[in-house]
């Protein structure tokens, strides 16, 4: 629990607070890592408290006073603690922060950072490991309500971190670190259509302000996500974030269509509910058929490297590269027949698809069957990195 002790300090009258605290990367994703047991227990102060250690809201967009860096891929925090349930290890809390508003949305998950989820409950005692080999940590995401399964490679009775894993998105090669996704589309209360497909159809039709008809893929895997053909919104599938980010236009028609999809989804009442006060999720992802096109990095991404491509749009922007439930959401929808991802790029016959994305390539696979006329997803596969960046506390005006 905060509170102010010694390690605390004055200035100009006001105390700052020092928690304990890991800065964390995790895939293409960076955040700052807590103990569950050193934050308050009231929500609206952990909230606030949260907010303003990413350095939110920042009228300039920078995050300067903060631990934020100012876009949706490092403004994150998580929140881990010895899980109670027989079948997890540790549960573990994402908060995605807003960062030009007070807001902290705890709707979703963050893919990429799950990586990093693993190696922090280990060096922090939560889970014991081998000295050597690979450490199997059972995750509970408590935002989704889902099971994550991360293998660890551990070496000299560490985390392994360094390695020659190379990720697209990610400058330097590390070790990897396999995920499992376990029923990510699963429907724990039974009902028919619930949860993998809300409204019951592997295609709807939302009809959008300004645009027409659009036929989407409403699909609840990883995190909520939408997914449209990229011609719809007038793109090609090959666009990097200074294609799209500098477009208020552009950004504006892809926030009508999330906000209208999360109403179809039935996460929200109304369209202004979703722009207001969840941001972080559904997701708004656009695909297209192989295309050959330069990444962020000036690598070149050819045709016959990928199956499809694919861009997210992440609180509000495109992002840099593929949120991990993106990925998730990807590898799902292209196992199940009649979804407009699918009908694109099936997975193919080890279960695997590949996708470009702004910088660059990523494989993920999916174990999926039919039973009784209904399709279950029952796990998605896919490798990431992750390192501590930074270790000690973090300081927070009181």
Partial sequence: MVAADEGGEYQG???????????MRGGTSKGVFFLKDDLP?????????????????????????????????????????????????????FGQVAIDAPVIDW???????????????????LVEAPADGTATVRIWQANIGKRIIARVPMKDGAV????????????????????????????????????MFPSGKR???LDVP???????????????????????????????????????????????VRAHGAVAMGLVKTPQEATGKRQHTPKLAFIARPAGY?????KAVTPEQIDMLARIFSMGVLHHAMTGTGAVAIAAAAAIPGTVVSRLAPVGADGRVRFGHPSGVLSVGAE??????????????????ARRLMEGWVRVPA
């Fill in 203 to 205: 295609i709807d039709t």
């Fill in 13 to 23: 009258g006001m105390k700052q607070l020092r928690i304990p605290a890991v800065y």
């Fill in 294 to 298: 330069t990444a962020s990095d000036g």
């Fill in 368 to 385: 999926a069957r039919e039973e009784a006329g209904q399709w279950a997803v029952k796990k998605v596969m896919m490798s990431r990195s």
């Fill in 160 to 195: 392994q971190e360094l390695g020659d894993f190379e990720l697209d998105g990610v400058a330097f090669p590390a070790a990897e670190v396999k995920l499992e996704f376990l029923d990510p589309a699963d429907d724990d209360d039974g009902s028919e259509g619930g949860a």
């Fill in 41 to 93: 227990a009231d929500q609206a102060a952990l909230d606030r408290l949260m907010i303003r250690v990413i350095g939110s809201p920042d009228r300039y967009g920078k995050h300067t006073d903060g631990m934020g860096g100012a876009t949706s891929s490092t403004s994150k925090i998580v929140i881990l603690s010895k899980s109670e349930r027989p079948d997890s290890d540790v549960d573990y809390l």
């Fill in 210 to 256: 300004g645009v027409g008809a659009i036929e989407v893929t409403l699909i609840n895997a990883g995190n909520p996500t939408i997914f449209v053909d990229a011609a719809r919104l007038g793109l090609t599938g090959a666009e990097l974030q200074k294609d799209i980010n500098g477009n208020p236009k552009m950004l504006a028609l892809a926030e009508t």
């Fill in 107 to 125: 709707s979703g998950n963050c893919g990429n950072l799950s990586t990093a989820v693993g190696p922090f409950a280990i060096e922090q005692g």
